[in-house]
């Protein structure tokens, strides 16, 4: 079955940078597209970062554009967010996510890592 | 750049009743590419709902998804216990703010 483990969260002082991964397994990883949602506490759903399945595409909201990094490596099955720049708003469970063959929606999630920036 | 505005906030409901969300978007949703999820407290959101009514794998037909262009409806038929939960509507990488159905 499809397992989606994230990694790397932590507290991280504003400003601070920090490098989230997501070991999948289960499934043909180097075939979807993969990306990072993210809840702030108490929070609704934000979609972070999208990342082609062969990694020549990548796209992020205009929150995040150009401190967030989304990159993959296909021969390790594994999904990277690098986040620098970090801002007090940024703290938040940051989600692992695969697409749908058919694309558009997200049919399997990681339980999610921590990212909280203090201040 | 699409949103979605998810009606109630909060649906107060007891269990066996029926649940009726909504969802409303800024602009007509392309091939009504329109999912809803289910977040239990502490878990993962799971996908319920795509292509606006139709379901994913394994989940109950008590869970019903219609609508298109703009405004869509998640419907529950009869709550069970284990249904208490935020529901998300979602249009891509845009999600609406979350329906809480809470306990009566």
Known sequence: QVQLVESGGGVVQSGGSLRLSCAASGFSFSSFAMHWVRQAPGKGLEWVALISYDGTGEYSPDSVKGRFTISRDNSKNTLYLQMSSLRGEDTAVYYCVKETSMGHYFDSWGLGTLVTVSS | ?104
């Not at chain 2, 649906?11 to 969300?21: I, K, Q």
């Not at chain 2, 809803?36 to 394994?58: D, V």
């Not at chain 2, 262009?69 to 529901?87: C, H, W």
């Open chain 2, 1 to 104: 750049e699409i949103v979605l505005t998810q009606s109630p906030g909060t649906l107060s409901l007891s269990p066996g009743e029926r649940a009726t969300l909504s969802c409303r978007a800024s602009q007509s949703v392309s091939s009504n590419y329109l999912a809803w999820y289910q977040q239990k407290a502490g878990q993962a959101p799971r996908l319920l709902i795509f292509g606006a009514s139709n379901r994913a794998n394994g989940i109950p037909d008590r869970f019903s998804g219609s609508g298109s262009g703009t405004d869509f409806t998640f419907t529950i038929s009869r709550l069970e216990p284990e249904d208490f939960a935020v529901y998300y509507c979602q249009q891509y990488r845009t999600f609406g703010q979350g329906t809480k159905v809470e306990i009566k």
